[in-house]
């Protein structure tokens, strides 16, 4: 029993020596503290319960701008995985060639695709080839200036995409305070990029 005392007497000791300082501590605590932290859970408790936008039964029309400069025959697989989407609505894929003159690969490569897909309903497929190589803001550009759609997404000519990626876009932009979102991508070809 003696350690247990001396434990004890320590453990009072200590506490008598800073009680004046738990005392002056326990009012800022009431004062600062706790209302900072009603605050908080009142504020998770708001994000919670907030207004979900339910979806629209709308389904806008989406442009897809595919800008490729060097993809050759990869091309292909972005066209399809975006033709190929679960998304009642319109549609249009525009594949915007950079340099198609240095990239005849490419190019041929986007026009099989598009021919393969060309007789799907609700679905507009378009090569746009950019004779002249101008970068990549350029491609995008001209693909900008094409799109004729209600929501315009850009992609990259190396990446695939889950078949309800148009879906998710839609459903995002049914709240009316979204003015732009963005999504995960899976690069094809991210060992040949670093």
């Known amino acids: 029993m003696g350690e247990f005392q001396y434990v004890l007497h320590t453990i009072t000791g ?7 300082l738990i005392l002056t501590f326990i ?13 908080v859970f009142i504020g998770v408790l708001r994000w919670s319960w907030r207004d979900n936008h339910s979806v629209a039964n709308v389904s806008p029309s989406i442009s897809f701008v595919i800008t490729c ?16 989407q679960i998304y009642p609505g319109e549609i249009e894929i525009l594949i915007v ?9 490419t190019y041929h490569a986007a026009l099989n695709g598009v021919y393969r897909h060309q007789s799907r309903e609700n ?17 995008l550009n001209a693909g900008l200036a094409e799109a004729k759609n209600d929501l315009v997404i850009n992609v990259d000519g190396d990446t695939s995409f889950d078949n309800d ?8 932009f049914s709240n009316p305070n979204v003015i732009a979102c963005g999504g995960a991508l899976r690069v094809r070809n991210r060992d040949e990029s670093f």
């Open 123 to 139: 679905r507009t497929l378009k090569v746009l080839p950019k004779w002249q190589r101008g970068g990549r803001v350029s491609t």
């Open 165 to 172: 990626v148009a879906l998710r876009f839609a459903k995002s």
């Open 27 to 39: 009012p800022i605590m009431l004062v600062v503290e706790v209302p900072l932290m009603l605050f």
């Open 14 to 20: 200590t506490l008598g020596a800073y009680w004046e």
């Open 97 to 105: 060639v950079d340099g198609a003159k240095q990239n005849p690969t």
């Open 69 to 84: 400069y060097s993809e050759g025959d990869g091309i292909t697989q972005t066209i399809d995985t975006l033709a190929e």
